[in-house]
């Protein structure tokens, strides 16, 4: 049972555009959403965080959104830059658990 | 960088041997964390530790066992190998202040095949 799903195994953005990567999920105790980043060979890194209490957060390029009623949170990398290719990964925590659920990740390749 | 440390990187090993992977952390911090990335699941939480001594399952526990003698260690143990734990292995850490934004900090990963 997949809680967290990233249905875009990959997405391919041109230089310069906005690269939208798409996140659902299915449990309605999650309260907090979180994307990583990974590179080939190393581990994730944490790239921006959205609390539930909150529809959109901005961190530079990056801005995620969120709609709870939908239960459907999305990433949006404006402009997309070649160093962003990478896979990136949803990921929900809540409920009370120090666990974190995480998507099967989107592949973004940024073509220059 | 966050201080943690995966050893071996690569694994290559024999299906029925025991396997051993070490995560060693320089940041004191309470939780690690054991996944494994696999193609078209993502990452999935094998075990965790929220202390020396205490540990707890993950979602996709069975065929691992973990052990925490030390803040700074958390070994996860193939007992006897499976083709099918053939996967990428990631320790991660957290301070484990309870907060619901609390970010994990991964380790470069162990590559672990089974023939």
């Known amino acids: 049972d997949q809680q967290v799903k990233q249905n875009s195994p990959s997405l391919s953005v041109q230089e310069g555009r906005i690269s939208i990567l798409n996140c659902d999920y299915t449990?309605?105790?999650?309260?907090?959403f979180l994307w990583y980043k990974k590179y080939p060979a190393e581990g994730p890194t944490f790239l921006i965080s959205?609390?539930?209490?909150?529809d959109k957060n901005e961190d530079g390029r990056f801005t995620v959104f969120l709609n709870k009623s939908a239960k459907h949170l999305s990433l949006h990398i404006v402009p997309s830059q070649p160093g962003d290719s990478a896979v990136y990964f949803c990921?929900?925590?809540?409920?009370?658990?120090?666990?974190?659920?995480f998507g099967t990740g989107t592949k973004l390749q940024v073509i220059p | 960088d966050a201080g943690i440390t995966q050893s071996p990187r690569h694994k290559v090993t024999e299906t029925g041997t025991p396997v051993t992977l070490r995560c060693h952390q320089t940041?004191?911090?309470?939780?690690m964390y054991w996944y494994r990335q696999d193609p078209g699941h993502g990452l999935r939480l094998i075990h965790y530790?929220?202390?020396?001594?205490?540990?707890d399952k993950g979602e996709v526990s069975d065929g691992y066992s973990v052990s925490r003698s030390k803040t700074e260690d958390f070994l996860l143990t193939l007992e006897s190998a499976t083709s099918s734990q053939t996967s990428v292995y990631f320790c991660?850490?957290?301070?484990?202040?309870?907060?619901?934004?609390?970010?994990?900090?991964f380790g470069s990963g162990t590559q672990l095949s089974v023939l």
């Open positions: 991660a850490i957290s301070a484990g202040t309870g907060l619901p934004n609390e970010k994990l900090f």
């Open positions: 449990n309605s105790m999650f309260d907090y």
């Open positions: 959205i609390s539930s209490i909150k």
């Open positions: 990921a929900a925590s809540g409920g009370g658990y120090q666990k974190v659920t």
């Open positions: 940041e004191n911090h309470r939780y």
């Open positions: 530790s929220y202390g020396v001594k205490d540990t």
